[in-house]
């Protein structure tokens, strides 16, 4: 077997590689998706087939539940409950940014967080700076917006309390917009890797097992000295 991603110095074999190459001769996927592959079982540790399995499900439920829940708290704390939360208060300010209100606020917040954390993603598995600096661009745009009622109340006399509840409004759509699509993008990737696995002559090693010890273990490496 040949194992992607090792590496020798000194005469020192260097795996820190979850993928064996079973047959160099065939046809193998590009480099590049080798070690995307090997990056994201070496984040998310499945230790066989069943369990990357089970991780597949287990993360695009929880990320289909949390989007359905962003739709839900969407609909009745902002459309529905928004009047009497005081959103239409014409007395409260609006955006800085493009005199935009928060209706308007609460469509962006949610697009600008799901597409920062796809780019952050890329940069993180892809090694691309590009990708990483214009998520961490989205994300102080959405931070601000989430801040700013707050900033009204604090550091204006045009603030009202309801502003705390567009704050909170906010920061909880920007929340779990974040996890409900990285649980949506980790199913996704280890689904790429699953079929990856079928169709390349590649292994996925076994992940190592920490080695436990019961409190009575810890001294019996050690020879009794009988006694005199």
């Known amino acids: 077997m040949v194992e992607v991603g090792a590496s020798s110095e000194g005469g020192d074999e260097i ?3 979850r993928l064996e ?3 160099s001769d065939a046809n193998l996927p590009h480099p590049d998706n080798l070690e995307l592959a090997n990056s994201v079982l070496n984040r998310l540790q ?4 069943h369990e990357m399995g089970q991780m597949i499900h287990s993360r695009s439920v929880m990320g289909g539940i949390l989007f359905a829940t962003i739709g839900i708290f969407w609909w009745l704390t902002v459309s529905v409950i928004g009047n009497s939360l005081g959103d ?11 005199d935009l209100e928060f209706i308007h606020v609460s469509y962006l917040i949610p697009i600008f967080v799901l597409i920062a954390t796809v780019l952050l993603m890329h940069s993180r598995e892809r090694n691309n700076w590009q990708s990483g600096a214009l998520g961490g661009v989205l ?14 109340l604090i550091f204006t006399e045009q603030g009202q309390y309801s502003l705390v509840l567009q704050s909170l409004r906010i920061g909880a759509l920007a929340i779990m917009v974040h996890f409900a699509t990285n649980m949506i993008l980790d199913s996704i990737l280890l689904t790429w890797v699953q079929k990856m696995l079928q169709s390349f002559p590649i ?9 436990l010890l019961g409190a009575g273990e810890f001294g019996n490496d050690e020879e009794e000295v009988p006694s005199a």
Do not use: C, N, Q, R
């Open 15 to 17: 795996a820190d590689s």
């Open 88 to 98: 239409s208060d014409p007395e409260l300010p609006t955006s800085m940014i493009m």
């Open 21 to 23: 190459v079973t047959d």
């Open 139 to 152: 994300l102080i745009i959405a931070l601000y917006f989430t801040l700013e009622p707050v900033g009204w």
């Open 203 to 211: 292994e996925m090693t076994p992940l190592d097992e920490p080695l």
């Open 46 to 49: 499945p230790k066989d087939h």
